[in-house]
């Protein structure tokens, strides 16, 4: 039992909806397990939880990663858990949820411009150690060329890799070659390592705060030739936060 104060039922989930058609990402190529629980503000399956870290994992469909075909299913079928550390074991530390409202950003799937959709939770959901806020940028904030970060999620090793079963993180660069004005990209140099194909919406998280969701890649996983992309998450905090407050009324966390 939690003494912590709880999330108001009407806290969103921040998740990148699906590209239809393009490279889809998330998935960790070249990274490493993380250690259970150590990142409550990530989610790698189905988009970080905005309010509500915590290793979050939504669940209704599949587009072949493993990952939610929001946008392409009914509200009534997704399923957001939080508090997910291995997807195979129904841990104690879980909390889940329904879905009854999404809220999107005039989503563009041919630019893959404002990659991002919030959810409306059903019911409040209990901050923990497992369950934690998700620090948002400053609006507009820019991330410089060379800023370390840290990607998550739980997709597939690779290309033809199998699912694992535990968060994966990995080490990433911030870059500006190559990338746009709406999307942060990051670079492994020197090896082979990335997101992948599968279920966006991961965070990507640098100096604790979440900066960016994984949005889409260029024609395979970890090629070394093209930066990974995200949504800019800089670029929609006063959005996120007039969302919070009309649904939740002045003052609303």
């Known amino acids: ?34 250690q259970p629980h150590s990142r409550p503000g990530s989610d790698g399956g189905g988009g ?26 009914p509200m009534a079928l997704v399923k957001v858990v939080l508090g997910a550390h291995n997807l195979r074991n129904a841990e104690p530390s879980q909390q889940k949820f329904s879905v009854t409202r999404q809220f999107s950003n005039n ?17 409040p959901a209990n901050l923990t150690a497992q369950v934690t806020v998700a620090q948002l940028p400053e609006q507009d904030q820019l991330l410089p060329h060379g ?3 840290l990607a998550m999620g739980w997709g597939r090793l690779g290309t033809m890799e199998p699912l694992p ?42 100096d604790g705060v979440l900066q960016a969701v994984d949005s889409f890649l260029v024609r395979e996983c970890a090629n070394r ?26 003052g609303s966390p």
């Not at 003494?3 to 989930?13: C, D, F, I, T, Y």
């Not at 469909?61 to 392409?72: C, N």
């Not at 093209?226 to 929609?236: H, I």
Request: aromatic letters at 6%.
């Open 147 to 149: 800023t370390q970060c």
């Open 165 to 206: 079963q535990v968060l994966q993180e990995l080490n990433v660069t911030v870059v500006t070659f190559l990338c746009r004005p709406e999307n942060v990209c990051t670079f492994v140099p020197r090896r082979k390592a990335g997101i992948c194909f599968g279920d966006s919406g991961g965070p990507l998280i640098c």
């Open 48 to 73: 970080p939880a905005l309010g509500l870290m915590g290793e979050a994992q939504s669940c209704p469909g599949s587009d072949g990663g493993g990952g939610p075909v929001l946008g392409l299913m």
């Open 225 to 250: 030739q093209y930066p990974d992309f995200y949504a800019r998450v800089a670029l929609y905090v006063d959005w996120i936060q007039s969302v919070l407050r009309s649904v939740g009324g002045e």
């Open 1 to 34: 039992q939690s003494h912590r104060p709880s999330q108001p039922a009407l806290a969103l989930v921040l998740l990148a909806t699906l590209l239809g058609g393009a490279a889809r990402a998330s998935e960790i190529v070249g990274g490493r397990a993380a």
């Open 107 to 123: 989503y563009d799937p041919e630019l893959k411009h404002n990659d991002i959709l919030l959810l409306q939770l059903d019911r």
